[in-house]
C-alpha cells in the first residue's frame, strides 16, 4: 500500500493506493512549510493521517485489508531546503512507519504531473504560480517565484492583492466594490473595510496568501468588467513576461497545473499563444498525472 499526497497552499490531495488502483481519497487543509508555522503544518499533516487512519479502518471493515504502508510520495510546496524536507519526513514516518518516503517540492510535482518523463516547461498558477523547466527527470532551471509578496505573478493571490490595493484606495468600480463588501467584509457601511483587510493581510489566523486567493473566483466573475479584465489580463500578462519568456518557448511545450489554471485557460492561452508559447495541457488535478507517473 502507497500514500500519494499533492498539496498547494490552500488544499491537500491524499490518496490511499495499491499497485496504482485508489482505495480511498481523503482532502484535506494545504500546507506551505515554508510559509505556515511549523505547528499548522505538523496539525494539518496529522489531520489528514486521521483521516487516511479512518479510511484504512473503513476498508478492513469491507474485508479490504490495507495491510503495511510501503511509500510514500508527499509534494509541498515550500520544499525550499534539506532541514524542512528532513522534519518532514521524520512527521510522516512517525505517523505512517512506510519503508520509504519521498518528499518533494510541489512545483517537481507539476512538472512531472505536467511533461511526465519529456522535457517541458511547468507553470502553477493556484493560489500562488511557479514555473520551471523540465528535462525529463529533473528541474535544470527555475525562475524564484517570490511569494505573494515578491511575486505569484498571475496567481489568485496576485489578483486578490491587486484588486485589495484598489479597493482600500477607492478606485474598483462601485457597483463591484459594494457586492464585495457585503460578501467578503461582512456588509454595513464599510467603516471597518480597511482594519479587516489589513487585519486579513498582515495578522491573518491562517495564510494570508489563501485568504487573498479566496478572492479569485469574485473576481473573475466580474471579467466581463472592464476593469477586472484589465485586472486579469495584465496579471497573466505578468506571469508571461516575468515567466514564461525565460525559458525556450519555441522548443519547450508548456504545461499549466493548478486550479485556478482550469478557470482562466480561455484567457491565458491566447496570450500565451502571441507569447510564442505552445500549450501541452491544463492539469488542474495534477495527482492523478502523478499516479500514473509512479506506476507506469
Given at each position: 500500500m502507497?500514500?500519494l499526497?499533492?498539496?498547494?497552499?490552500?488544499?491537500?490531495?491524499?490518496?490511499?493506493?495499491?499497485?496504482?488502483?485508489?482505495l480511498?481519497?481523503h482532502?484535506?487543509?494545504g500546507?506551505?512549510i515554508?510559509?505556515?508555522?511549523?505547528?499548522?503544518?505538523?496539525?494539518r499533516?496529522r489531520?489528514?493521517?486521521f483521516?487516511?487512519?479512518?479510511?484504512?479502518?473503513?476498508?478492513?471493515?469491507?474485508?479490504?485489508?490495507a495491510?503495511q504502508?510501503e511509500?510514500i510520495w508527499?509534494?509541498?510546496?515550500g520544499?525550499?531546503?534539506?532541514?524542512?524536507r528532513?522534519?518532514?519526513?521524520a512527521?510522516l514516518?512517525e505517523l505512517f512507519?512506510?519503508?520509504?518516503?519521498?518528499v518533494?517540492?510541489?512545483?517537481?510535482?507539476?512538472?512531472?504531473?505536467?511533461?511526465?518523463?519529456e522535457?517541458?516547461?511547468?507553470?502553477?498558477?493556484?493560489?500562488?504560480?511557479n514555473?520551471?523547466?523540465?528535462?525529463?527527470?529533473?528541474?535544470v532551471r527555475?525562475?524564484?517565484?517570490?511569494?505573494?509578496i515578491?511575486?505569484?505573478?498571475?496567481?489568485?493571490?496576485h489578483?486578490?492583492?491587486l484588486?485589495?490595493?484598489d479597493?482600500?484606495k477607492g478606485l474598483?468600480p462601485?457597483d463591484i466594490?459594494?457586492?464585495?463588501?457585503?460578501?467578503?467584509?461582512?456588509g454595513?457601511d464599510?467603516?471597518?473595510?480597511?482594519?479587516?483587510?489589513?487585519?486579513e493581510?498582515?495578522?491573518?489566523i491562517?495564510?494570508?496568501s489563501t485568504?487573498?486567493?479566496?478572492?479569485a473566483p469574485f473576481?473573475?466573475?466580474?471579467?466581463?468588467n472592464?476593469?477586472?479584465?484589465n485586472m486579469?489580463?495584465?496579471?497573466?500578462?505578468?506571469?508571461?513576461?516575468?515567466?514564461?519568456?525565460?525559458?525556450?518557448?519555441?522548443?519547450?511545450?508548456?504545461g499549466?497545473?493548478g486550479?485556478?489554471a482550469a478557470?482562466?485557460?480561455s484567457?491565458?492561452?491566447?496570450?500565451?499563444?502571441?507569447?510564442?508559447?505552445?500549450?501541452r495541457?491544463?492539469?488542474p488535478r495534477?495527482?492523478?498525472?502523478l499516479?500514473?507517473?509512479h506506476?507506469?
Amino acid at each position: 500500500m502507497d500514500i500519494l499526497c499533492e498539496s498547494g497552499a490552500t488544499k491537500s490531495d491524499w490518496r490511499l493506493l495499491a499497485e496504482g488502483r485508489e482505495l480511498f481519497r481523503h482532502p484535506g487543509e494545504g500546507t506551505n512549510i515554508s510559509a505556515m508555522r511549523p505547528e499548522v503544518v505538523e496539525e494539518r499533516i496529522r489531520q489528514a493521517a486521521f483521516g487516511i487512519n479512518a479510511g484504512m479502518e473503513h476498508l478492513e471493515k469491507l474485508g479490504i485489508a490495507a495491510g503495511q504502508i510501503e511509500r510514500i510520495w508527499f509534494y509541498t510546496a515550500g520544499v525550499l531546503n534539506e532541514d524542512r524536507r528532513t522534519r518532514l519526513e521524520a512527521l510522516l514516518g512517525e505517523l505512517f512507519h512506510p519503508q520509504s518516503i519521498e518528499v518533494q517540492n510541489d512545483l517537481l510535482a507539476a512538472a512531472r504531473a505536467a511533461c511526465g518523463r519529456e522535457a517541458g516547461i511547468a507553470a502553477i498558477l493556484g493560489t500562488g504560480s511557479n514555473s520551471c523547466l523540465y528535462d525529463g527527470e529533473n528541474i535544470v532551471r527555475q525562475v524564484g517565484a517570490g511569494g505573494y509578496i515578491l511575486g505569484d505573478e498571475g496567481s489568485g493571490a496576485h489578483l486578490g492583492k491587486l484588486f485589495l490595493s484598489d479597493y482600500i484606495k477607492g478606485l474598483v468600480p462601485q457597483d463591484i466594490a459594494s457586492e464585495f463588501r457585503e460578501l467578503h467584509l461582512g456588509g454595513g457601511d464599510g467603516t471597518k473595510d480597511y482594519e479587516t483587510i489589513i487585519t486579513e493581510v498582515y495578522h491573518p489566523i491562517g495564510s494570508a496568501s489563501t485568504w487573498l486567493g479566496s478572492l479569485a473566483p469574485f473576481i473573475l466573475a466580474h471579467y466581463a468588467n472592464p476593469y477586472i479584465k484589465n485586472m486579469v489580463d495584465g496579471s497573466i500578462q505578468s506571469f508571461i513576461d516575468r515567466h514564461l519568456k525565460a525559458y525556450d518557448l519555441a522548443r519547450y511545450p508548456v504545461g499549466v497545473v493548478g486550479g485556478l489554471a482550469a478557470s482562466i485557460q480561455s484567457i491565458f492561452v491566447p496570450l500565451a499563444r502571441k507569447a510564442g508559447a505552445r500549450i501541452r495541457g491544463f492539469y488542474p488535478r495534477p495527482i492523478e498525472e502523478l499516479i500514473r507517473y509512479h506506476y507506469e
